[in-house]
Antibody, heavy 122, light 108 residues
Framework: EVQLVESGGGLVQPGGSLRLSCAGSGFSFSSYAMIWVRQAPGKGLEWVSAISGSAGSTYYADSVKGRFTISRDNSKNTLFLQMNSLNAEDTAVYYC???????????????WGLGTPVTVSP | EIVMTQSPATLSMSPGERATLSCRASQNVNSNLAWYQHKPGQAPRLLIYGASTRATGIPARFSGSGSGTEFTLTISSLQSEDFAVYYCQQYNNWPPLTFGGGTKVESK
């Protein structure tokens, strides 16, 4: 059974940093592209970043480019999102997700975690 | 950037009724469109990909149609567990991957 479990969220002051993790199990982690998606309070889903299975390709939303870095450790079946220079607009639940196909670029996402909340507040 | 627009924002329905949700793309996305269901505190659930193909385990009451810029998700007979927020997502041309703003299907 495919499982994705996010962790690392919490309360951080504006300008601070957080590192989110997403542990994958039940599939060949290195074979699949992964993404981060967030949902701000009362808002819809917003794509944040994507990474290919080999980590050779990465993409970012304009809203986080230059502040967030996506990476993965395929030896540990873990996806990361390093978030720097956080501001109130980054307050959201952050989800990781995977494409069901071993392809790049990723397309649609069948497996999701339950999310980890991030709150940016003084 | 391809902008996805969903309508209506809220749909008030009763169990057993037919629900029709719309998604419009600002430019042609061919059939590269997915639909998701999302309930509070849960992971989003993939319903449809390729505009009309049901994902594994999705009941037949969910169907998708359309291509190009106009898409529809139909729930043929609403069940109590179907009250949720529904999102469309295009993957024809990205980055960025883009989602619609969502349609909330609520109980009347």
């Amino acid at each position: 059974e495919v499982q994705l479990v996010e962790s690392g969220g919490g309360l951080v002051q504006p300008g601070g940093s957080l590192r989110l993790s997403c542990a994958g199990s039940g599939f060949s982690f290195s074979s699949y592209a992964m993404i981060w998606v967030r949902q701000a309070p009362g808002k819809g889903l917003e794509w944040v970043s994507a990474i290919s299975g080999s980590a050779g390709s990465t993409y970012y939303a304009d809203s986080v480019k230059g502040r967030f870095t996506i990476s993965r450790d395929n030896s540990k079946n873990t996806l990361f999102l390093q978030m720097n220079s956080l501001n109130a607009e980054d307050t959201a639940v952050y989800y990781c997700a995977k494409d069901p196909k071993r392809s790049w670029p990723a397309e649609y996402f069948q497996h999701w975690g339950l999310g980890t909340p991030v709150t940016v507040s003084p | 950037e391809i902008v996805m627009t969903q309508s209506p924002a809220t749909l008030s329905m009763s169990p057993g009724e037919r629900a029709t949700l719309s998604c419009r793309a600002s430019q042609n996305v061919n059939s590269n469109l997915a639909w998701y269901q999302h309930k509070p505190g849960q992971a989003p659930r993939l319903l449809i990909y390729g505009a009309s193909t049901r994902a594994t385990g999705i009941p037949a009451r969910f169907s998708g149609s359309g291509s190009g810029t106009e898409f529809t998700l139909t729930i043929s007979s609403l069940q109590s567990e179907d009250f949720a927020v529904y999102y469309c997502q295009q993957y024809n041309n990205w980055p960025p991957l883009t989602f619609g703003g969502g349609t909330k299907v609520e109980s009347k």
